[in-house]
């Protein structure tokens, strides 16, 4: 302390100078370097608060002892892609694709396609983890038809899918420059681009071959087997629960109202009944708090429910007596699902539809619902897809 005093009667300024045996002492600044210590301070200062830019593409560099603990939850299961210099990244295959509208046909990357797939098939303002599950479901969707050369459904040779839903939507490399990364949606494509980088080269396998990874909407609480609505047992394409989308769907409860004869008319059954045949009021059973439907008679045997799928949505149903699946009157009065219930008032039958899809494989709004709760890509897809394994395109490829 006597030193400390000492110096400061003496009115020095101290700076670090280093001993022989590594210590520290004392010295004095030079009166030059006194006075010119405000005029240094103030052109370093601002220097100091301007904050480093840091690639988003890039991330801090983690060590290897905590690496492992710190990596992100969904990319413990997601293989990753090849380890490539930047200057030589992984070969992708080409997709063609026929545009309906134009009749042309675009070739590009693999990468590229997922992106307006994405783009067609999700709002970009979903949760970043459920596009990265749809890109994954996007990518799984055309390699297995790349890898099969399955052309099913293309109406000229040299495509091998379309841009409709018939197989997957898809927006164009052109239609994507010109109306989002010039018109006002360059923020929404790179969060798209985001999901499809991060997911790069990763496909859904069951057994070493890639899935066919459907989805659709949403599911009125549950989703179906593959045999409810397609002939096939397929082993990943089985029912789950999937009540994430309940509460966040836009129109996840829909009524159309049919007079008694037009309804008929669509379905093909002869309007020849007798009008006492024919009931001036009743309704179906009320769906549960799980969201299904009742098999129980309702109140009109007019129309009657004979059975269920596992998802809780119709299987059978008896209309003026004639038996129907539900799909085929989801598919005749153009409903957005089989999972509906009726109520008839006077001439007219008011039908609401729960969900909006066939119901198989992923829900796109179930997994914006699961991505909202702080899952992962890898647990929405294992959810929804039972059993499968996560594989590189690349690897698929060498077979």
Known sequence: MKDFRDWRRRKMTPRWSRRRHGTFRLRRLAPAV?????LLAALLLPLAVIPLRRDHTAPPAVPKATATAK????????????????????????????LSRSG???????????????????????????L???????????LRRLVAGDVSGVPVPGAIVTDTVSHQAYVSKATLERQWERGGKSAALAK?????????????????????????????????????????VVPYLRSVASPWEQDITPNFKVKYTFSTAELLSKLGVSTALKK????????SSQRTKTQ??????????????????AGHHIKE???????????????????RSSQFTWRIQGSQIVITTYGNGHSVGMSQWGANGMARDGKTATQILKHYYSGVSFNQVSTLLKK
């Open 34 to 38: 006194w006075l010119a210590a405000p």
């Open 71 to 98: 990596a992100h939850p969904a990319a413990q299961n997601l293989p990753a892609a090849p380890d490539l210099p930047a200057s030589a990244p992984a070969p992708q295959p080409k997709i063609s694709v026929y």
């Open 104 to 130: 042309q046909i675009e070739s590009l990357p693999l990468e590229d396609y997922v992106t307006g797939v994405i783009a067609a098939e999700m709002p970009a303002d979903f949760e970043l983890e459920a």
């Open 132 to 142: 990265k599950a749809q890109a994954v479901a996007a990518r799984t969707f055309i």
């Open 192 to 232: 798209l681009r985001r999901a499809v980088k991060e997911t790069r080269g990763v496909i859904m396998t069951y057994k070493g071959e890639p899935i066919t990874a459907s989805f659709f909407a949403s599911s009125g609480g549950y989703t179906e087997n593959s045999e409810e609505y397609w002939s096939a």
């Open 276 to 283: 006492d045949s024919i009931p001036v009021s009743g309704e």
């Open 292 to 309: 299904s439907v009742s098999a129980s008679s309702s109140k009109s045997s007019f129309i009657k429910i004979l059975s269920l799928t």
């Open 317 to 335: 149903i008896s209309i003026g007596g004639v038996v129907f699946t539900g799909r085929e009157v989801r598919e005749k009065l153009q409903l």
